[in-house]
């Protein structure tokens, strides 16, 4: 008879869970998407099908807890459900989302050559999905891990495993697993096995129970305040992990205005007063003097506080708790009090669950939700600052010279051609403390510039800067030879690393950094790539972040930005190569290989020649090599080549000559034939999508090897102020903005370390953008080495 309830039970909640699927298309639908991705080279019109499917945008999770519950049985569905469910999009967008990452689609390929099965998302907006999709992977092995551990503890009970397959995520998994984590029993199951759980049910249920009457001769039940004692822990047991009130614990915390609240410990004053002992900490505890008595509601609070705190926290000095009102445990009293019937030992049950799990579990869910909001705008504000970076517009078709500056060691020089191949490299040592108009320096420095016919002077805004700048001026060096301010952060770091030694034997580091220098003005993208992203000083707080999810980041973005601008296959660096869409380090070496042994490749299906490329590779990567003089015109272009004949069928109906595609009026008459284009009209003569056809005109219209890059204001200081002693408060300066930050930005005005213009002075709308050049003021501060700014205006 129990087993008969449990199959109809089973059964009741796959329907819920199936609720508005019909059971014949239900799992062919999966398959007709995931069939509509792999086949869409060959045959377009199915991927056509899977987005005329109805999409379930009303499709609601709150109405019933069974239709959230995880199916161990149907891995992907489930997956598809709760991406749904966390981020908000349509369950079916999901299941398509879910398929192409398990065919092995790249973000990159799917933002640019699948944006009509994942409705035109943007790739931030992905990158959201894929980090969120991780997480739902990571939980739901979590929850097969947590129930196989409990059965292999026969601790598993039909009621846990319910209230187990009912959690949405890691914490709510937490709150119910954490008192069964343990080999030895919780109170709640040494209560039980003493055997008055019944007892138990029937109090919590309103029937009259006599406490004394429950006393025998054993320890645990020898009196009626040991036997309230257990049952108390049966019934806080029951109360906690009962789906319903998991529901309204949601629900409430959501309207709960909670506070987080942070203070000086003890230890930290103890220290401080004792000068001989050294701190514990890593910091000195008048770092976190603001947060000594600090407190905010956590809706108000900023990314950068929290991850302050947290760090002042794990540093000893710090001491941090979340304030609960108290309005919280009585609405969740009043919500237990209507699910059973006895009123006295609902609240004797809650209270001893709430401050024993309840409240400890909402702390650190509330902690760690704060923690990992903050963690995500500390990304996404690295990512941010990187892809321009990274943007940054290069000089082509210049001979440079890199200037990295220095005191003793001298100034490094480093000559570069126009395709980035070395010419020069030597240390010169100028007399930068006082004019000297015999200066050999200076004369050795013309004779080189001259000698190879020099175009621009690459300087670092390193140590020695700006001494550099002006001894170059003295000289008349810099009189016709534009002098560009370089940012050098990460250059001496990549000059010692083993690529850098592959790529120049034998060399002194110092030299290295000079030519990186040069090269990030020919070729920013390309040279810094070659860098940590860590190491650019383009972030916030990086080491707050958990080291693997900044990487994992970082390393998306520079692949994103590395696809978007494309590369030439037959001259493109082993490290730019590794970053394209489908490619990884193996594989760029071998196309390297390949490359040197042929002589280059004359068309990109030549790439399925290179060993360890298959056809998935090939499907990822193609879009984003190009092939700048093959013989295939359209290997130049964006077009992948799965849409090859539709482009070749597109430029025979607007009547253009494919092979004219590198000439310069191509662009122009493919703008003049596709002004009053329809595109949906089109695109179904050619069976294709819009999204295809937009790009096969975007690509057309595209100026033979013009980059898909974003422009890189070049910084311009001071030319009177050139040292932080010549600075007072209400000095005017101009510099460039390194660095932008959710509190304000870091703006180099070349006199040392970087200057802060808090958000509070960036006045009315003005919200400047990293490398935008702009006009400050120096306003007065109480830490005269913190340069403290007010914005004036952004320059042109």
Request: aromatic share 6%.
């Amino acid at each position: 008879m129990e087993n008969t309830k449990k199959t109809a039970t089973k059964r009741k909640l796959q329907v819920i869970e199936t609720e508005g699927v019909p059971k014949k298309t239900r799992v062919k639908k999966t398959k007709d998407s995931e069939k509509s991705v792999t086949e869409k080279q060959t045959n377009k019109s199915k991927v056509k099908k899977v987005l005329k499917k109805k999409t379930t945008d009303d499709e609601s999770f709150e109405d019933t807890v069974p239709a959230f519950q995880i199916n161990l049985t149907n891995k992907n569905w489930d997956e598809a459900k709760i991406l749904s469910f966390e981020e908000k999009v349509p369950q079916e967008l999901a299941e398509r989302f879910i398929t192409l990452l398990n065919e092995g689609c790249t973000l990159p390929f799917i933002a640019r050559y699948r944006k009509n099965v994942v409705d035109y998302l943007k790739p931030d907006r992905l990158q959201e999905l894929f980090e969120s999709y991780q997480k739902v992977i990571q939980f739901t092995k979590k929850v097969k891990s947590v129930i196989e551990t409990l059965k292999k503890s026969k601790k598993l009970t039909p009621q846990i495993e319910q209230s187990i397959l009912n959690a949405r995520n890691l914490s709510e998994l937490d709150l119910l697993y954490a008192p069964l984590k343990s080999n030895s029993l919780s109170l709640a199951e040494r209560a039980r096995s003493l055997g008055i759980e019944p007892y138990a049910v029937k109090a919590l249920n309103g029937e009259n129970i006599v406490l004394h009457n429950l006393c025998n001769g054993e320890e645990e039940l020898s009196t009626a305040d040991k036997v309230e004692s257990h049952i108390t822990h049966i019934v806080a047991d029951i109360i906690y992990k009962d789906s319903r009130v998991l529901t309204e614990m949601r629900s409430l915390k959501e309207q709960t205005r909670f506070i987080v609240q942070s203070s000086q410990t003890k230890s930290s004053t103890k220290e401080k007063k004792d000068e001989n002992k050294k701190f514990d900490s890593k910091s000195d505890p008048e770092t976190y003097k603001i947060y000594f008595d600090w407190k905010c509601p956590v809706q108000f609070v900023k990314s950068y506080q929290i991850l302050a705190v947290n760090r002042g926290e794990d540093e000893k000095i710090l001491s941090v708790k979340i304030v609960i009102p108290d309005w919280f445990y009585n609405r969740l009293e009043r919500y237990c009090l209507t699910l059973w019937k006895s009123n006295h030992w609902v609240k004797k049950g809650l209270i001893d669950a709430y401050n024993r799990l309840i409240k400890p579990w909402l702390s650190r869910q509330v902690r760690s939700e704060l923690t990992a909001a903050a963690q995500k705008e500390a990304v996404k504000t690295f990512t941010a600052n990187l892809e321009k970076y990274l943007l940054t517009e290069p000089i082509k078709n210049r001979t440079i010279v890199g200037l990295d500056p220095g005191f003793k060691a001298g100034c490094k020089v480093g000559i570069i051609n126009a395709n980035g191949e070395k010419l020069d490299a030597c240390t010169i040592h100028p007399d930068l403390r006082r004019y000297n108009v015999n200066d050999h320096a200076a004369k050795q420095l013309e004779e080189i510039i001259t000698k190879h016919r020099v175009d621009l002077i690459g300087l670092g805004n390193g140590t020695a800067c700006r001494e550099t700048e002006t001894w170059l001026k003295e000289h008349g060096i810099s009189e016709n030879i534009p002098v560009i301010i370089v940012p050098e952060q990460g250059a001496s770091i990549y000059s010692i690393s083993k690529e850098a030694q592959k790529e120049h034997p034998n060399m002194d580091p110092n030299l290295i950094s000079a030519l990186s220098i040069a090269r990030r003005v020919l070729d920013p993208l390309g040279e810094l790539i070659k860098v940590d992203p860590k190491n650019l000083g383009v972030g916030l707080y990086q080491h707050d972040i958990p080291p693997k999810m900044l990487e994992t980041a970082l390393d998306a973005t520079v692949e994103k930005v590395v696809s978007l601008v494309g590369v030439d296959i037959n001259t493109a660096s082993q490290a730019m190569l590794r970053r394209i869409s489908g490619l990884n380090e193996g594989r760029a070496k071998k196309m390297i290989a390949y490359r040197q042994e042929k002589g280059g490749f004359s068309t990109r299906a030549e790439i399925l020649k290179v060993s360890g490329i298959g056809k998935i590779t090939y499907q990822q990567c193609a879009g984003f090599l190009k092939v700048l003089t093959g013989s295939e015109p359209l290997d130049a272009t964006i077009i992948h080549p799965e849409s090859y004949g539709i482009a070749k069928l597109f430029a025979k109906k607007i009547n253009v000559n494919i092979k004219e595609l590198s000439r310069p009026h191509f662009p122009e008459s493919v703008e003049r034939k596709t002004v009053n284009i329809d595109l949906i009209a089109t695109s179904k003569d050619l069976d294709t999508d819009v999204s295809t056809l937009e790009l096969i005109i975007s690509a057309f219209k595209q100026k033979p090897y013009e980059d898909n890059v974003i422009s890189f204001c070049r910084p311009v200081y001071s030319v009177t102020i050139q040292t932080t002693e010549q600075i007072a408060n209400g000095t005017t300066l101009t510099g460039v903005v390194r660095n932008v930050v959710p509190f304000g930005c870091f703006v180099d005005c070349g006199v040392g370390d970087n200057g802060l213009i808090h958000r509070s002075n960036l006045g009315g709308n003005q919200t400047p953008k990293l490398g935008d050049r702009v006009s400050v003021t120096v306003i007065g501060t109480p830490k005269p080495k913190k340069l403290q700014l007010k914005l004036d205006k952004i320059l042109n």
